[in-house]
């Protein structure tokens, strides 16, 4: 009796196996590894190869003179499914604001284009290259803004967009400096000691 | 000797003393000296004399001193007790009834092993020693073994159906949990170089290829982590 269950021994393992592959396969427990978000995982990864095929396919359309088309191709990545907001994701969503507000700009939707770079610095909000380019991006939209203003006649409103730009201009500067500072240590030109 | 004719041996005798001593010639001195001579100082004594001495003893000469024929029975009880010291001259003679040899053969095979004692072969030092040792015959060993596997293979079936396994095909999510040390979000600022900022139009594209093939890369070196690979 007990070497005629012993010879069943393998039969109750496999049934088992066979049981437990069944398993897995009715729950559903066939996909990627859910990884921390914390970590560089397969959900971030996903979004930045959205986010690298819109780009490239925004570059066609922009190619064609195909402003609309970019902008709408671009905002599948800001307006999308997006992953748990990581510093990578925050600057990858950041710079394709910084993108569209410039499309917008060029479409000659200057307020659209001033929403998307506040946008951006909604997410960019470290000192970093990014926040610092939606800045000059702030300030060339604004040039661009007061150029048109100056051309239909508004000189007050061109004036405020001077301004504007001005400002944009120097907190892309001051930006960009701590950016270096934090990076490799340097306070700025001689004498200018800290960053601001 | 006692048919000797006794005299005296010499000494002067003393009135009233009525002492006989056997009569004897000179050669029967000789040898009552010589015994006396013995019994103060013992020698060896030749072996031929000493036989002698012995069949004297027992009743007879050394010559006279015949067995007697052995009976058919006896025979027989001796060709058993041959067959059991000497397996290898076996005649089949041995019968049911013989008890009494088998028990002189253990005790024969006990006093030869302990005068001269030999190697034992490993099936008769088991045999030998399980009972003392109370050790499971083969049969029950088996019975352990099949018992064991069916115990096992239960233990097998169970861990199979309620603990999953941690790949990425059929995972848990407790199985999930990194092992390894994995790379963590991060900005993608140390991937471009500070003192030189984003030109102020375009490049956008670039920087974003950039940024998804560094992290693809963490992304399988983060995988293998989880999987326990290095």
């Known amino acids: 009796m007990p070497m005629r269950s012993a010879r069943f021994a393998p039969v109750v393992v496999a049934l088992a196996a066979i049981l437990s592959a069944c398993r897995a396969e009715s729950t559903g427990e066939h996909q990627p590894p859910p990884l921390a978000s914390s970590v560089v995982n397969p959900v971030m990864h996903a979004f930045l190869s959205k986010a690298r095929a819109a780009h490239h396919r925004a570059d066609i359309a922009e190619k064609d003179h195909d402003l609309k088309t970019a902008i709408v191709v671009l905002r599948e990545v800001t307006e999308g499914s997006r992953p748990p907001l990581t510093p990578e994701v925050r600057e990858v969503l950041a710079d394709t604001h910084a993108r569209i507000a410039e499309l917008r700009a060029k479409d000659g939707d200057f307020d659209g284009a001033k929403r998307e770079v506040s946008l951006g610095l909604d997410l960019a909000t470290e000192p970093s290259s990014f926040r610092g380019h939606l800045f000059e991006v702030e300030g060339v939209i604004e040039q661009e803004l007061m150029a048109d203003l100056d051309k239909r006649g508004d000189s007050t409103g061109a004036a405020a967009a001077k301004e504007r730009a001005k400002t944009a201009f120097d907190q892309a500067i001051s930006t960009q400096e701590e950016t270096i500072y934090r990076a490799i240590g340097t306070a700025g030109p001689i004498g200018s000691g800290a960053p601001p | 000797m006692s048919d000797k004719k006794t005299k005296s041996l010499g000494t002067p005798q003393t009135p009233g003393d009525d002492l006989e001593l056997p009569e004897s010639s000179d050669g029967d001195l000789e040898e009552f000296a010589e015994a006396l001579a013995v019994s103060l100082r013992p020698r060896e004594i030749d072996a031929r004399r000493h036989e002698a001495i012995l069949a004297r003893a027992l009743g ?35 019968s049911a009834d013989a008890s009494l040899e088998h028990r002189l053969a253990g005790l024969a095979h006990a006093l030869r092993m302990a005068y001269a004692p030999h ?68 900005s993608t600022m140390d991937l471009f170089d500070p003192a030189e900022p984003f030109p102020r139009s ?5 920087r974003i290829d950039k940024i998804e093939a560094s992290r693809s890369a963490e992304l399988r070196d983060n995988l293998f982590a989880s999987w326990g690979v290095e």
Not at chain 2, 119 to 129: A, G, H, V, Y
Not at chain 2, 202 to 206: A, P
Request: no cysteine; net charge positive; hydrophobic share 35%.
């Open chain 2, 60 to 94: 007879g000469s050394e010559a006279d001193a015949e067995e007697a024929e052995a009976q058919p029975d006896e025979r027989r009880r001796a060709d058993i007790l041959r067959e059991l010291l000497d397996p290898s001259r076996r005649t089949g003679t041995s």
């Open chain 2, 119 to 186: 190697e034992i072969d490993q099936l008769t030092s088991e045999r030998l020693l399980r009972p003392a040792l109370k050790l499971a015959s083969q049969r029950s060993s088996r019975r352990y073994v099949a018992a064991t596997g069916v115990v096992l293979a239960i233990a097998a079936a169970v861990l199979l159906f309620f603990v999953r396994p941690n790949t990425p095909n059929g995972g848990s999510q407790q199985a999930y949990l990194p092992k390894l040390p994995m790379i963590g979000a991060r």
């Open chain 2, 202 to 206: 375009g490049g956008t594209t670039s």
